[in-house]
């Protein structure tokens, strides 16, 4: 069974600093999708960035790029100019090609200090 | 553009009683899913429909029951609440290709069962 493993249970950074949340997973799959979602306080699920392993590039969307390491099973988050709005519970999760079951990991909490 | 709306937001049950949360959403999305998330763990799926009428398992279906009579609504029915059904449920749902578009959650409902 895929599993996946955030192994930082919280992250802290500084306003406006750099900061990178981990993510490994284990398949034995060769095409599959990798998400990371974000959950504020509101309880709110949303989605951050989505990657699909068949491509290369690594996605990014604003100051949110993610390194995709295929061979290594490693899918990292990492979040540039971090806001006070950036403060939240992530979640990385893993799907197969065609599967109807998100896998997510436990969470890592990020507190963003001004 | 209310995107998907859950009732109640909280509720307390004793063991034993029965409950539906409901869910609806309003963006003609075939795909819904039902997924609970237990303190400091990801978010895991209860079940989903792929469209009306049609309903599958998830991961962690006993003890909840589902119907899809119309594409809007997917009401969670929780049959003798017992303590280890205390959680957040959060309903989800995505355009025709499912889990591989980005999912629209609600805003989750807070359970405990006393």
């Known amino acids: 069974a895929q599993t996946v493993t955030q192994s930082q249970p919280e992250m802290s950074v500084q306003e406006a600093e750099t900061v990178t949340l981990s993510c490994t997973y284990d398949?034995?799959?060769?095409?599959?999708?990798l998400f990371w979602y974000k959950q504020p306080p509101s309880r709110q699920m949303i989605l951050v960035i989505r990657q699909e392993a068949y491509k290369q590039q690594n996605a990014t969307e604003n100051r949110f790029s993610v390194n995709f390491q295929k061979a290594a099973k490693s899918f990292s988050l990492k979040i540039s100019d971090s806001q006070l709005g950036d403060a939240a519970m992530y979640f990385c999760?893993?799907?197969?090609?065609?599967?109807?079951?998100?896998?997510f990991g436990a969470g890592t909490i990020l507190r963003v200090k001004s | 553009n209310a995107g998907v709306t859950q009732t109640p937001k909280f509720r307390i049950l004793k063991i034993g009683q029965s409950m539906t949360l409901q869910c609806t959403q309003d963006m003609n999305h075939n795909y819904m899913y039902w997924y609970r998330q237990d303190p400091g763990m990801g978010l895991k799926l209860i079940y989903y429909?792929?469209?009306?009428?049609?309903?599958d398992k998830g991961e962690v279906p006993n003890g909840y029951n589902v119907s899809r009579s119309t594409t809007e609504d997917f009401p969670l029915r929780l049959e003798l609440a017992a303590p280890s059904q205390t959680s957040v449920y959060f309903c989800?749902?995505?355009?025709?290709?499912?889990?591989?578009?980005?999912?629209?959650f609600g805003s989750g409902t807070q359970l405990s069962v006393l």
């Open positions: 989800a749902s995505s355009q025709d290709r499912g889990l591989r578009e980005k999912l629209f």
């Open positions: 429909s792929v469209g009306a009428g049609i309903t």
């Open positions: 999760a893993y799907l197969e090609e065609y599967g109807n079951k998100l896998v």
């Open positions: 398949t034995s799959e060769s095409d599959y999708y």
